[in-house]
């Protein structure tokens, strides 16, 4: 597939910008927005009817595993791409586990070409922190970060750098090269075989506990690293209502610490393992109803920055095993931001400015991409996402755009989404399609 082409002009008809006044039409040009205003018409563009809904700056997600290279059974580039072009999302950062891991220029070099050839979303890889990322010798985060991929997002995701001297040293050096380290905040010491959240439902399933402490520890840990090291670090899939206390106290101090929470962490606990379905066994895993109002009100406050959906598509054969053994993850690309609506926009905790701010603006700063999460406005960059925020319709996992079926809301009837996506101003997404090129 070629270099993705940009649209001469398209025009957006019936939009709110970010949910707020009346409907306007958005004009654009070349891949920048031209004009903003009613009742705009220009022969030969391509029309999209907004149909009244809202307008929203594309979507960032800075934690995605689209498996290629190495596991193309269970996901690709080019299905996440399309996957996370449905969802709205015009980039997207994918972790470094893959066979081989992304821990060379290499590999971070290829994923990010064949992101560019796919064309549907930037695919940004990350790096790994430490070689095959089993925590013991830095990779080469220089060398990465000076390939084409730029990779300035470095992070052993699956696996905490728990040795304290080895994230020291990570920190110090992503520090002079402007990069982030992402942090999975697991103390392996603490849970080792377990597979659920350590608390009356594990004890009465008789699943092995896995322990708040575990990420706690590691969360307070990397913030002090950090504050000695001068040096940036992002917490990814926060769950604990503890490391929000830790993550609240270290920003109070000043310390450079951001962190993502998921949407499935955001609207589901523990009790959806009754059941033992594996498609709810997820790393770290769900926690109690507790913990997750918790959580809602750190992503409402600040105390969390962002949104990640940790898109984790699994083979059959992985998944639909004994709970214990089952690989950890779900998919999210696509169910993001209705999760997103139901748990903070319609209970009044963000609005739409907020939903931009957690799904878009902030992961983009974050990751340093300065063409994505821009303001709607004259003469920004065209990546934008047209949202219906009414249109119902039922999560089956056979019908989403990924190789794989794992979603955690299979039949779940959800409300909002994704009409249309633009990137640069071509777009890539239409009701539910990805538009191929």
Not at 311 to 327: C, G, N, S
């Amino acid at each position: 597939m070629s270099e993705q082409p940009v649209s001469a002009s398209v025009l957006i008809k019936n939009v709110r910008l970010y949910g707020e006044g009346e409907p306007v039409d958005v004009l654009v040009e070349d891949g920048v927005i031209a004009e903003i205003g009613p009742r705009l018409s220009v022969d030969g563009a391509e029309v999209v009817d907004g149909g009244e809904g809202v307008l929203l700056p594309g979507l960032v997600d800075m934690h995605v595993h689209l498996r290629e290279p190495g596991r193309e059974d269970a996901e690709t580039i080019a299905t996440g791409s399309a996957a996370a072009a449905v969802g709205g999302f015009t980039a997207v950062f994918a972790m470094p586990n893959t066979d081989p891991v992304a821990d060379t220029a290499l590999v971070c070099d290829h994923v990010w070409r064949r992101g560019q050839e796919v064309g549907l979303v930037d695919v940004h890889p990350v790096g790994a922190v430490t070689v095959g990322q089993k925590g013991e010798r830095l990779a080469e985060m220089g060398i990465m970060a000076a390939g084409e991929a730029q990779v300035r997002v470095f992070s052993d995701d699956g696996y905490c750098v728990s040795d304290p001297l080895v994230m020291r040293r990570a920190l110090e050096y992503a520090s002079g090269l402007g990069a982030l380290i992402a942090q999975h905040a697991e103390d392996p010491r603490l849970t080792c075989g377990a597979c659920a959240h350590e608390g009356p439902t594990a004890a009465r399933l008789g699943l092995a506990g896995w322990p708040r402490s575990a990420e706690d520890s590691i969360v307070a840990r990397d913030a002090i690293l950090a504050r000695d090291a001068k040096a940036r670090v992002h917490i990814c899939h926060v769950s604990t209502a503890g490391s929000v206390s830790v993550l609240r106290w270290a920003k109070e101090q000043g310390i450079a610490i951001t962190a993502e929470v998921t949407p499935h962490h955001l609207l589901l606990d523990d009790s959806r393992l009754e059941d033992y379905d594996p498609v709810y066994k997820v790393n770290p895993p769900l926690r109690e109803e507790s913990d997750v109002a918790v959580l809602r009100q750190a992503l409402a406050d600040g105390v969390i920055d962002t949104v990640a959906t940790d898109h984790a598509p699994h083979a059959a054969h992985d998944k639909d095993r004994e709970f214990a053994l089952a690989r950890p993850g779900m998919l999210g690309l696509e169910t993001s931001l209705p999760i997103v609506l139901e748990t903070m926009l319609r209970p009044g905790l963000l609005d739409w400015r907020g939903v931009a701010r957690v799904m878009s603006e902030n992961p983009a700063r974050i990751a340093g991409l300065a063409d994505q999460g821009r303001p709607i406005a004259v003469g920004e960059p065209a990546n934008l996402v047209v949202v219906d925020p009414e249109s119902e319709w039922t999560v089956r996992g056979e019908e989403l755009t990924s190789i794989a079926t794992n979603t955690p809301f299979e039949g779940m009837r959800l409300r909002g989404r994704a009409v249309a996506t633009l990137l640069r101003g071509t777009v890539t997404a239409r009701n539910g399609e990805p538009s191929w090129r």
